[in-house]
């Protein structure tokens, strides 16, 4: 029998066993940010290390950015403290940093891909939930705490489990309308929060197969909602045809040998798998989540779920609880208060493009706070290249500067008392975007679009 | 490899205190807006902090308000306790405020992991025993338990101490090794297999131009 990506990554890389019995694996890329990592270096410094592989990290400002203006110092002072922390950081140990200032600037989700860092067959490693999304190239992926950043600087590697590893197969086609953002919705309904709880995802299928790298990161992105730690996509033309040319990608000749490296480390056709999911989205209709954790999600022409029918029957009752809404109540039609677009789930310049062909030649609802925030400087000079931002701005949408924004609210924009948030995100948590009693639905960029414009959740395929 | 008698994780003993619920997430934990620091010292304050006091600041019912639970340092909870946001402000946070052992149904990675880089064991139980350890602490804030590593046990003693019931936990062998060894902190033994380190570096063809195709 073959092996799959996951399990040949990890061979790739294992060090050796440890007396733990877990591995130490090697990590290719580290990337950092200014909320997990202070801590890390400091820890260094108490124990007189140093980074072993310097040109192995990389350094964003994402989470703390204020995104109406960036100009130094920022005005909230704990923010510039954070930033020039991880300024003072990155120049003492000797690690790039693509800070407020540079063309590069953005989510760390965002920029890793985008200047070609993240390729196939790597480790990579972020203190960051969502560092499952670079496993979209066909690398293993996966977020730690600062206590393992810690032992990343210091020796490149880390003290592991290797974990099971999950096919999951989408079959048929997508409807118009239908995105990366309701599959991964769906799935995670359909496994639950905790279902991957000890697995790798692996994506597979045409549906897979026919997604272009933002759908796939997308896609990746939410493993973590998910519970599985890591989600990764075999590499295959798409990921080389997205990864040539970028600033961190060989060229010519070395080009072609790492294509066929990666070639190499895709899944076998005869891997092995500890567990198999099969899921049909011909049928897929946009999904809304409606409770307080990624997999209360519906489809857009569905009912709320009876409590009596939930598995979970104590957490959907807080979720009711806290969003005030009822059992058999439509997710369609529910009056929204601000709509979000952004962040490492969806800010990326296809969102962009999806959400703008939604909102170009319609007006932001009375009362409807919408704001757009680019993933990265990259994403938001693009859309201004292509008018995106003329176009969100004659709609009456914000159109503000890249950073984390209001996925989680460290910045300044935060949702209000108990505003309910159409969201491009990723998470529905109690109090995740900003405000305690405050209310988040997830949903893709042309949904939270078509919310804004009719200032009540919607279905897009009737504005497309 | 020096190991402190410090690291050793054998056996705890505190009392405990139940926080039900199932997918209590991180944010929930240590809201976001206490991430905006450079160190972890002064998180105790603000463990759940949302569900603890109102907008006004004014103390809502909360387990970790509840001054009969004051002092408690084994945290009883339910199922996929820790999702979400990978920060390490979540366990620092409870660690701070005194909890040196969590036993629950179940426990998302990422918090599991941060958890024993800390020192703290995270150990599960069936339903049914934590639902009863939870019944037991709620009635009983008083009484110790004390959860042996080595055993795989707790025991949640009389509230006039003696002998109290026993349940079987699990842990994974890994983390009960590095408890038992005092090794949870894993840098120097990671760093110890610096020549490995450097020579699985040299062997990675995307650190060396792609001239050699992996294994």
């Known amino acids: 029998m073959g092996e799959n990506l996951f399990n040949k990554v990890w061979k790739l890389h294992k060090v050796k066993t440890l007396p733990s019995g877990q591995d130490q694996l090697f990590i290719g890329l580290h990337l950092i940010h200014e909320v997990t990592s202070p801590q890390a270096f400091q820890m260094l410094r108490e124990r007189g290390l140093k980074v072993m592989f310097p040109e192995r990290t990389f350094a964003a400002a994402d989470h703390i950015l204020p995104t109406d203006n960036q100009k130094r110092p920022f005005r909230d002072p704990l923010a510039e403290e954070m930033i020039r922390a991880l300024e003072k950081n990155t120049e003492e140990f000797g690690i790039k940093f693509f800070g407020p200032d540079t063309d590069y600037q953005g989510i760390v989700h965002i920029i890793g891909p985008e200047l070609g860092l993240t390729q196939p067959g790597m480790t990579v490693v972020c203190g960051d939930s969502h560092t499952s999304t670079h496993g979209a190239l066909g690398a293993i992926a996966f977020g730690i705490g600062t206590s393992q950043i810690r032992d990343v600087f210091a020796t490149q590697t880390l003290s592991m489990s290797r974990p099971r590893v999950r096919r999951i197969t989408i079959n048929g086609t997508l409807r118009k309308g239908v995105y990366a953002k309701d599959i991964i919705l769906k799935i995670i309904a359909e496994l639950g929060v905790k279902g991957g709880i000890g697995y790798a995802y692996e994506y597979s299928g045409p549906v897979i197969e026919n997604l272009n790298m933002e759908g796939r ?35 010519g000749d070395e080009f072609d040998r790492a294509v066929s490296f990666w070639k190499g480390i895709a899944s076998d056709e005869d891997a092995e798998y500890d567990d198999e999911f099969v899921l049909d989205a011909g049928d897929l209709e946009p999904m809304v989540t409606w409770g307080i954790n990624p997999g209360h999600a519906v489809g857009i022409t569905e009912k709320l779920p009876m409590l009596s029918d939930s598995e979970d029957r104590e957490v959907a009752s807080r979720a009711y609880e806290h969003m005030n809404f009822h059992e058999g109540d439509t997710i369609r039609g529910k009056k929204i208060d601000v709509a979000f677009i952004g962040s490492c789930t969806n800010g990326r310049i296809s969102d962009l493009r999806e959400a703008a062909s939604v909102a170009k030649g319609r007006k932001a609802a009375k009362g409807v706070r919408a704001l757009v925030v680019p993933g990265s400087r990259q994403v938001a000079l693009q859309a201004e290249r292509e008018g995106l931002d003329r176009i969100f701005l004659e709609a009456g949408f914000q159109w503000r500067l890249p950073g984390c924004s209001m996925c989680l609210a460290m910045n300044p924009d935060k949702l209000r008392g108990s505003e309910l948030s159409a969201s491009s995100s990723n998470r529905n948590f109690i109090g995740r975007q900003g405000s305690p009693a405050g209310r988040t639905l997830l949903m893709s960029p042309a949904m939270v679009a078509a919310a804004a414009v009719m200032g009540e959740v919607t279905d897009v395929r009737e504005l497309l | 490899m020096l190991v402190s008698e410090e690291s050793i994780r054998r056996v705890i003993k505190g009392r405990g205190m139940p926080l039900p619920g199932d997918d209590i997430d991180t944010d929930r934990i240590i809201p976001a807006r206490y991430l905006k620091c450079i160190t972890f010292d002064e998180l105790g304050k603000f463990t759940f902090y949302d569900e603890r006091y109102d907008e006004n600041g004014n103390k809502k019912d909360h387990p970790f308000n509840d001054e009969r639970y004051r002092g408690a340092e084994i945290l009883v909870v339910n199922k996929n306790f820790g999702c979400g946001s990978s920060r390490e402000h979540a366990p620092q946070s409870l660690m701070r405020a005194g909890i040196r052992a969590i036993i629950g149904e179940s426990f998302a990675e990422i918090f599991l992991g941060n958890c024993t880089a800390l020192g703290i064991p995270a150990v599960t139980m069936e339903a049914g025993a934590v639902s009863e350890l939870m019944d037991f602490t709620g009635k009983e804030p008083e009484a110790v338990l004390t959860l042996d590593l080595d055993k795989k046990i707790v025991e949640a003693g009389l509230p006039g101490g003696g002998n109290g019931k026993v349940f079987k936990i699990e842990i994974s062998d890994s983390a009960r090794e590095v408890f038992l060894s005092g090794t949870w902190d894993t840098t120097s033994a990671l760093l110890s297999g610096k020549k490995e380190i450097e020579s699985k570096a040299g062997a990675l063809p995307y650190l060396n131009h792609f001239l050699m195709q992996g294994e």
């Open chain 1, 217 to 251: 990161l997308t896609i990746c992105n939410m493993s973590i909602e998910g519970g599985a730690r890591a989600g990764y996509i075999n590499p295959d033309k798409v990921t080389f045809d997205y990864l040539k040319g970028r600033k961190f990608v060989p060229e």
